[in-house]
C-alpha cells in the first residue's frame, strides 16, 4: 500500500457531520443487537406458546394479563416517541425551545409508561413461577422496563443540554441518534405489546410435548 | 474553521489536573467491586432474607453488585453521567482518559487509547489462556490413566466446565481483542477507535467478567460443560449463576466491541481506501464482530432466561412448568455456531494477511477471499441444529441442516485456496509468522474434515458426545484459532512491544506446541473412534494407550506455552529494539514510527494504491506529498539474517 501525506497544517480537526454519521451508525448498530435480544424474547414466547409443553403454558384456571394495558403502555412510549420527534424537528428548524418542551413532555410521558409498567409487573395476577406463560409475560415486561430506563436517562440528558443550549440547527445529531433510539423503544414496546396478545396456546391436546 | 467543526489543536497544554475521577484505577475498581458486592450479599441475605449464604438469588445478586462496583470503580459511568450533567470533556480531559504522559499507569485506568486497550486486551487474553491451559493440564492429568483418581467427579467435572469456558472467552478476544483493537485503526489510517470510551468500556466489561467467571470454582463448579444445557443448568450449584452472569457481562462487553470495530471499519477508512484497497484482515475482524452483534444477545438471552430459572424458579427451560430444554439448546446454538467463526475468521484471515508479505506477492484472489468471508458469514447463521441432530428436535430438518452445514465447507475451502495460492511459486521467507501459516493448513484441514464427518447426521449419530467431537472442535478453535492468533503475536509484536521476538525461544516453542498438539488430539480421535464419551473422569482400559498419548502431548503443549510466554515476556523487556517496518509490509501500521504517536497519524494519510502491490512500481507522485511507505524499502538490519525472499 502506497499512501501520502496531503499538504496541509497538521492540525487534528473533525468534521461534525462526520461526527454525526459515525455515531448514527454506532446507534443503529446497538439497536441491532438490542433487537436481536428481544426478537429471542418474542422467539422463547411462541416458541413456548406453540409447543405447550405438557400443557404447561397456560394452566386450567390460570389468569392472564389483560391485554389492553401492555397495548396501553406501548401507546405511551409511542407517544413519547413522537413527543420527541417533534422537539427535534423544532431544532432542526433552530428552535430550541421546542426541542426542550419536546423532549421534556417525551420523558414526561416515559415517566408515567414507567410508573404503568412497574404497576404491571407488581400486580399480574400470576407468578413467575406458576406456568411458561407467567415467566415469558415477566421477561417481556422486565425487558421494556429496561429499555424505557434507560430512555428516561437519555431523554433527560437532552433536555438537560437543551436547556444549556448545547444544540443548535447545524449541530443535533445527538439529539437525532437519541430519536432512533426513541423510535425503537416504541417499536419494541408495541412489539411485545403484540406478542403478548396472543395468550392461548394453538397446541391444545392433552400431554402433548 | 466552521462551526461545524471539532477542532482539538488549539486546546491549552495539560495542567495535570486533579479530581477523584483521575485517581481511579484497578485497584478502585476491585475495592468498589468487593464494597458494592458486600452490599448487595449483605441487603440480598440479611435485609431482604432472599435464601442462605449461597443461594441462587444471593449469589446472582452479589456478582450483579459485584460487576456494578467494579464499573463505577473504574469510572465507566463518568463520561455518561458528565454528558447527562451538560459537562463536555475539555482537550485536556479527552488526552488524560487517552493515558498522555501516564507511563505504566495508563494499562491500569480507564484509558481511551486504543492501543492501551489493545496491550490490555492482549495481557488479559493471555492470563485467560493462562488459567485455561492449566485447567487442560490437570484434565489430561486426570486422565492419564484410566482410574487415576487425581481428581473426583464432582472436581473433574467442574474443571472441565470451567476450562471450556474460559478457553472460549479467551478465543473469542484473541484476535479482534489484541490485533483488532491495536493494529486495526492505525491499519485504516485512523487516530483512534470510533467510541474510545466504549473502547474501554468492552475491555473492562471482560476483566470485571473474570473474576465471575473464576468464582465458579468456590461455588460448585459449572457442572455442565461450557454449553450450560437446562434442564442439569436448572439443578446446578451456585457455581451455574456465575456462568449466567459471566456470560451476560461478556456478551454486553462483545456486543460493544462488535459495533466499535464495525463502526471504525465502516467510516474512518483514510481517504483512498476503497473497499478493494482495504486489507484483508479489517474484512476478518469486522466479519468476525459483526457476526458477534446479533449472536451474543440471544446468547445473553438464553443466559438471562436460565438464570431466572434458577433464581425465580420461572419455567423458561422445564418442561414441568410448561417450558422446554429445547428452547435453551436453540437460542445458545443461534449463537454458539457463528461463535465458531467468530473465533476461526479473524486468525485464519490475520495469517491471510501475513502471507503476501512473507512471499512477495500479491493476496491471491482477493475478491474470492472476500466473497468467501462474506459466504461463511451468511451461512454460519443457517446450521446451528446440526449441534442437535441427536436431541431430537425436529428431525425433519436434520437434512437441511446438514445440507447448510456442508455448504459452509465451500466457502472456507476457498480460503484455503487463497492462502495456498498466495504461496503458490513464491520464495517464501520463512519466519515465524509464516510457520504459523503452514500450521494452520494442517491443523485446520484436519478440524474442517471431521467437521463434514460431523455434519452428516448417521455420523453424528455414531460419534456425538465422543472425543472425537473434542478433537474436531481443538482441531478448529485451537489448531486453526490459536495458531493463528500465535502467528499474528510473532507478525505484529515488533510494532506492539517495539521489540523483536526471541526468534530461538519462538522456534522452540513452536515445535512443541505444533507437535504437542497434533499428539493430543490425533489420541483423542483415536479413542473417539473407538467409542470413548467425552466429559467422563473415569473410562475403560481399552482407551488407556491413547489417553496416556494425548496426555503427553498435552504436557508437551504446556511446556511450549510457557516457552512462548518466556519469549513474549523476555524480548517484551530486553528484546532487540524493532525497526518500524521489520518485514518490509506495505499495510498502513508499518508506516508509523516505534513508539507509536498517542494519535499515530500527525496528518492523516491518503491511500492511493492496493496494499499487496509488492514488486510493482511507484505510481508518480507529486513533489507536494510525501510518501509513507515507499515500494520495495530496503528491510531493516534486524531482519537481514533471516532467509532472503523474492521481490517478484
Known amino acids: 500500500m502506497t499512501a501520502v501525506i496531503p499538504a496541509g497544517p497538521a492540525r487534528h480537526v473533525e468534521d461534525l457531520d462526520a461526527v454525526g454519521r459515525r455515531w448514527r451508525l454506532g446507534v443503529v448498530l446497538f439497536i441491532f443487537a438490542d433487537a436481536a435480544f428481544v426478537a429471542s424474547l418474542v422467539f422463547t414466547y411462541f416458541y413456548l406458546r406453540g409447543l405447550n409443553t405438557d400443557s404447561g403454558w397456560f394452566p386450567d384456571g390460570a389468569a392472564s394479563t389483560p391485554i389492553w394495558i401492555g397495548w396501553t403502555i406501548a401507546a405511551g412510549t409511542v407517544l413519547s416517541a413522537a413527543a420527541y420527534r417533534w422537539g427535534h424537528s423544532g431544532i432542526r428548524a433552530g428552535k430550541e425551545e421546542r426541542l426542550v418542551l419536546g423532549a421534556g413532555l417525551a420523558v414526561l410521558v416515559v415517566l408515567v409508561v414507567v410508573v404503568g409498567q412497574l404497576i404491571q409487573l407488581a400486580t399480574f395476577p400470576f407468578g413467575v413461577a406458576d406456568s411458561s406463560y407467567g415467566s415469558t409475560t415477566y421477561v417481556l415486561g422486565a425487558a421494556n422496563m429496561f429499555h424505557l430506563l434507560i430512555t428516561l436517562f437519555v431523554g433527560l440528558g437532552i433536555v438537560n443540554r437543551g436547556r444549556l443550549h448545547k444544540f443548535s440547527s447545524t449541530n443535533n445529531w445527538q439529539v437525532q441518534i437519541i430519536g432512533l433510539w426513541w423510535t425503537w423503544v416504541a417499536a419494541a414496546a408495541v412489539l411485545s405489546a403484540f406478542t403478548t396478545s396472543f395468550v392461548a396456546s394453538p397446541n391444545l391436546l392433552v400431554g402433548n410435548g | ?648
Open chain 2, 1 to 648: 474553521m466552521s462551526e461545524a467543526m471539532v477542532e482539538f489543536a488549539a486546546a491549552p497544554p495539560s495542567t495535570g489536573g486533579g479530581g477523584l475521577l483521575r485517581r481511579l484505577n484497578l485497584l478502585t475498581a476491585v475495592a468498589g467491586g468487593v464494597l458494592f458486592a458486600a452490599i448487595g450479599w449483605y441487603i440480598s441475605h440479611r435485609i431482604m432474607q432472599l435464601g442462605d449464604f449461597g443461594s441462587d438469588r444471593v449469589v446472582t445478586i452479589t456478582l450483579i453488585c459485584w460487576a456494578l462496583g467494579f464499573m463505577v470503580g473504574i469510572g465507566a459511568f463518568a463520561g455518561p453521567l458528565r454528558w447527562l450533567l451538560g459537562r463536555d470533556q475539555e482537550h485536556e480531559d479527552e488526552m488524560f482518559l487517552a493515558g498522555k504522559d501516564q507511563g505504566i499507569g495508563r494499562y491500569f485506568r480507564f484509558t481511551t487509547d486504543h492501543k492501551v486497550v489493545g496491550i490490555q486486551y492482549l495481557v488479559v487474553t493471555m492470563v485467560l489462556f493462562a488459567v485455561g491451559g492449566t485447567l487442560a493440564m490437570t484434565i489430561r492429568t486426570n486422565l492419564i490413566t484410566p482410574n487415576s483418581g487425581f481428581l473426583g467427579p464432582q472436581t473433574y467435572n467442574a474443571v472441565v466446565g470451567i476450562h471450556g469456558l474460559v478457553m472460549i472467552i479467551a478465543t473469542i478476544v484473541m484476535v479482534t481483542g489484541p490485533f483488532g483493537n491495536f493494529i486495526m485503526p492505525i491499519m485504516i489510517g485512523a487516530r483512534d477507535m470510533a467510541f474510545p470510551r466504549l473502547n474501554a468500556l468492552s475491555l473492562w466489561l471482560l476483566v470485571a467478567a473474570v473474576p465471575i467467571l473464576l468464582s465458579a470454582a468456590f461455588l460448585g463448579g459449572i457442572p455442565t460443560g461450557w454449553t450450560g444445557y437446562a434442564p442439569l443448568a436448572d439443578q446446578a450449584p451456585p457455581g451455574m449463576d456465575a456462568y449466567t452472569m459471566t456470560i451476560i457481562v461478556f456478551a454486553m462487553s462483545s456486543a460493544i466491541a462488535g459495533v466499535n470495530i464495525t463502526t471504525t471499519a465502516l467510516t474512518m477508512r483514510a481517504r483512498g481506501m476503497t473497499w478493494s484497497r482495504t486489507p484483508i484482515f479489517v474484512y476478518g475482524v469486522v466479519a468476525s464482530v459483526g457476526l458477534a452483534i446479533p449472536a451474543f444477545p440471544m446468547f445473553m438471552s438464553a443466559e438471562v432466561l436460565l438464570g431466572m430459572d434458577r433464581s425465580f424458579g420461572a419455567q423458561f427451560y422445564v418442561a414441568a412448568g410448561g417450558g422446554s430444554p429445547w428452547l435453551y439448546t436453540n437460542l445458545f446454538w443461534l449463537m454458539g455456531h457463528p461463535e465458531v467463526y467468530v473465533i476461526v475468521l479473524p486468525a485464519v484471515i490475520a495469517l491471510m494477511e501475513i502471507t503476501p508479505v512473507f512471499t512477495r506477492k500479491p493476496l491471491f484472489g482477493f475478491n474470492v477471499a472476500v466473497l468467501s468471508i462474506v459466504g461463511i458469514v451468511g451461512l454460519s447463521v443457517m446450521v446451528w441444529a446440526h449441534h442437535m441432530f441427536t436431541t431430537g428436535w425436529a428431525p425433519d430438518l436434520n437434512g437441511s441442516f446438514m445440507l447448510t452445514t456442508e455448504l459452509i465447507s465451500i466457502p472456507t475451502g476457498l480460503l484455503f485456496l487463497v492462502i495456498i495460492g498466495t504461496i503458490w511459486r513464491g520464495r517464501v521467507w520463512t519466519t515465524l509468522p509464516m510457520m504459523a501459516v503452514y500450521a494452520m493448513l494442517w491443523n485446520f484441514i484436519i478440524g474442517g474434515v471431521t467437521g463434514i464427518y460431523l455434519s452428516d447426521v448417521p455420523a453424528d449419530y455414531a460419534l456425538h458426545g465422543s472425543m472425537f467431537v473434542t478433537a474436531h472442535f481443538h482441531y478448529t478453535l485451537m489448531g486453526a484459532g490459536l495458531t493463528g492468533a500465535i502467528g499474528a503475536l510473532f507478525y505484529w509484536f515488533p510494532k506492539m512491544t517495539g521489540r523483536m521476538i526471541n526468534k530461538r525461544a519462538g522456534l522452540v516453542s513452536f515445535w512443541l506446541v505444533q507437535i504437542g498438539f497434533n499428539v493430543t488430539f490425533m489420541g483423542m480421535f483415536a479413542v473417539g473412534l473407538a467409542g470413548q464419551p467425552r466429559r467422563v473422569v473415569h473410562y475403560d482400559h481399552l482407551f488407556a494407550v491413547g489417553n496416556f498419548v494425548s496426555t503427553m502431548g498435552a504436557y508437551c503443549i504446556g511446556v511450549g506455552m510457557l516457552i512462548l510466554l518466556y519469549a513474549v515476556v523476555s524480548s517484551w523487556r530486553h528484546g532487540a529494539v524493532a525497526p518500524a517496518n521489520p518485514w518490509g509490509a506495505k499495510t498502513l501500521e508499518w508506516a508509523v514510527p516505534n513508539p507509536i504517536p498517542l494519535e499515530n497519524f500527525e496528518v492523516l494519510p491518503v491511500v492511493i494504491s492496493d496494499p499487496y502491490g509488492y514488486g510493482e512500481g511507484d505510481p508518480v507522485l507529486p513533489p507536494t506529498q510525501r510518501e509513507l511507505v515507499p515500494v520495495g524499502a530496503p528491510r531493516d538490519p534486524v531482519a537481514e539474517d533471516d532467509t532472503e525472499t523474492s521481490q517478484s
